[in-house]
């Protein structure tokens, strides 16, 4: 009886599912025709429309509460459905809108099953990509469905779209957490183009792969065997289990800091504001700052709120726990005893965390007073003493591939902006949403000078070894790097106007994913923006992950003899 009764809701389920698919599919079309081109919709088909959706979200309802009872209640499979759910029952959103995000769901749903019916997957899996490979292909092709969005005339407040090459150039910033901007973000796009951008940063801080991995593991699969390899590879993990785990830790973290992080920000803004844009503006700059993208509504960035401590404090805190890694901020989490930070002992922490926190303090210092005291009579001149220091710390933080300012960056010396410089190319540290070359790999190359001129065999940090293999990946990291930037800069310097010191500092801010610029973005030409772009992709995929992925990697066995050769 009982599998009798499943049989029939099954049927039940599968006609449903077939007329919810055919209102899909006049959804989406609804929505790509009549709203991303802004067309006039004439009374008679928005009638319609409006009847299909009502038709579309009360039966989608329906099917979900037979797929609850035909799993026995197993809810773990359908939460993106369930959720979504919750917020159609709470009219969370106009009636277009929920109709136009459920067809997209359920298109997406039957694009999948159409490339699994054909094997397309199989087909994807037998060719030969590695995990660098991987990497590059999936945020080439988030930059691609940006671009294809931002280019829609619902994107931009004149109902035009946004130009090719300014698409190009946006969208890339977003995804690879950058924030140069060739056309301000607040003025300039509209409600749906910032959401666009918003999900380009959520998308390009997380990764691709890992967001693709959390879905497979909220559907209760896993990947394949040769996903898992890519996953690991790009993760830099030994173990499957480890992979899965350290994942699931990272969509926790993220949650927790961005949500702590727009609440805070709506406190601030809701007197000032009211609670919608207060909530608009909460959202957005919390989630640009802990994915240190730097984009923000505001046409100055943050620089109004040059002297307010309570949002330099939650953007710092945001630019900060996303900087240091999702590998540091987990270790910090194992080692702390019920909740309590003083319980937190350095001696229990691994190398990697040490060498991270001891290197971000150390360039967070040393960024902090240089911009205060070569800025004290200059940029920051019309601020107290102590807004100074403020100012002096926030813009240390920010350079750690954050993007966002609190004084104005085309006036700073010469001399602040080359210290700047370095701090960016230096960046963030490895599996966070920053860039740059990484704290460790400069932490490494520091260390193996000093091993070096103090004629040690092994470089050593907190009474361990570093491998040789980590010595030879960090000096292939600067020396990329490096020659990526001198490439880079040396055609722009040929093509654009601008300063060498202000062409320089636009190099590596594009490179380290920064998204400062003394103003020379707004300047550049069709060449110097497809320039900049590549160095945006570039720095946040990382130049040894490029060189990889266009190389092929062979194991050489062969041991020649040992040679002399003078250098120095």
């Known amino acids: 009886m009982v599998y009798m009764k499943s049989g029939y809701l099954s049927r039940i389920q599968k006609s449903l599912y077939s007329f919810i698919s055919f209102c899909a599919a006049v959804g989406v079309i609804e929505t790509i025709i009549f709203r991303g081109f802004t067309i006039y919709e004439p009374e008679l088909i928005r009638l319609i429309i409006h009847g299909v959706y009502s038709v579309l979200i009360v039966l989608y309802l329906i099917w979900v509460a037979l797929r609850v009872i035909e799993s026995g209640w197993q809810l773990r499979a359908m939460i993106p459905d369930l959720a979504l759910s919750v917020l159609l029952i709470s009219a969370a959103f106009p009636i277009t809108v929920s109709g136009s995000i459920i067809s997209i769901r359920i298109v997406l749903a039957l694009a999948v099953v159409f490339l699994r019916k054909f094997e397309m997957s199989a087909f994807a899996t037998r060719i030969r990509l590695n995990p660098a490979s991987v990497l590059l292909l999936s945020f080439f092709l988030v930059i691609v469905i940006g671009v294809l969005l931002l280019m829609l005339p619902a994107a931009t407040v004149d109902k035009k779209g946004t130009g090719f090459i300014d698409a190009v150039f946006t969208s890339t910033s977003a995804t690879c957490v950058t924030g140069l901007i060739v056309q301000d973000t607040g003025s300039y796009f509209s409600s749906f183009g910032q959401v666009v951008i918003l999900i380009l940063i959520q998308v390009g801080g997380l990764g691709i792969m890992t967001l693709s991995t959390l879905f497979a593991m909220i559907l209760g699969r896993r ?338 003899p040992t040679t002399r050769v003078a250098v120095g």
Not at 472 to 498: D, H, N, R, W
């Open 223 to 560: 990947l394949g065997l040769k996903q898992e390899e890519h996953m690991r590879g790009i993760l830099d993990l030994s173990g499957p289990a480890q992979m899965y785990k350290l994942i699931v830790q990272i969509i926790r973290i993220t949650v927790f800091f961005e949500l702590m992080g727009a609440f805070f920000l709506f406190l601030k803004w809701y007197p000032v504001m009211g609670s919608h844009h207060a909530l608009k503006h909460a959202v957005f700059h919390s989630i640009s700052a802990f994915c240190n993208a730097g984009f923000s509504l505001n046409s100055t960035s943050l620089v109004g709120y040059v002297s307010d401590i309570s949002v330099n404090c939650v953007v710092v805190m945001l630019i900060l726990f996303g900087g240091f890694g999702f590998m540091v901020i987990d270790d910090l989490i194992k080692n702390i005893r019920n909740y309590n930070p003083l319980s937190l002992k350095w001696s229990r922490l691994n190398t990697h965390t040490k060498i991270v926190l001891t290197t971000s303090a150390v360039l967070l210092v040393v960024g902090t007073l240089s911009v205060f005291f070569f800025e004290f009579d200059n940029a920051m001149l019309d601020l107290s003493t102590g807004n100074k220091l403020l100012a002096a710390f926030f813009q240390s933080t920010t350079l750690r591939t954050a993007g966002f300012n609190t004084i104005d960056i085309g006036t700073l010396r010469d001399v602040t902006l080359f210290i700047s410089i370095m701090l960016m190319f230096i960046g963030a540290s490895p599996s966070s949403t920053g860039g740059g070359i990484k704290t460790t790999t400069f932490a490494v190359l520091i260390l193996t000078v000093r091993a070096m001129l103090t004629s040690r065999d092994k470089v050593e940090i907190f009474s361990r070894t570093i491998p040789q293999q980590t010595v030879y990946k960090s000096i292939a990291i600067m020396l990329f790097s490096s020659t990526f930037v001198i490439g880079v800069t040396v055609l722009l310097l040929a093509t654009q106007q601008g300063e060498f010191i202000d062409v320089l500092f636009e190099a590596v801010s594009a490179i380290g994913t920064v998204g400062l610029s003394t103003g020379v973005t707004g300047h550049l030409d069709t060449v110097g923006k497809l320039l900049i772009t590549l160095l945006m992709y570039v720095g946040r995929v990382g130049p040894l992950t490029m060189a990889l992925a266009l190389g092929e990697v062979k194991k050489v066995n062969i041991e020649y």
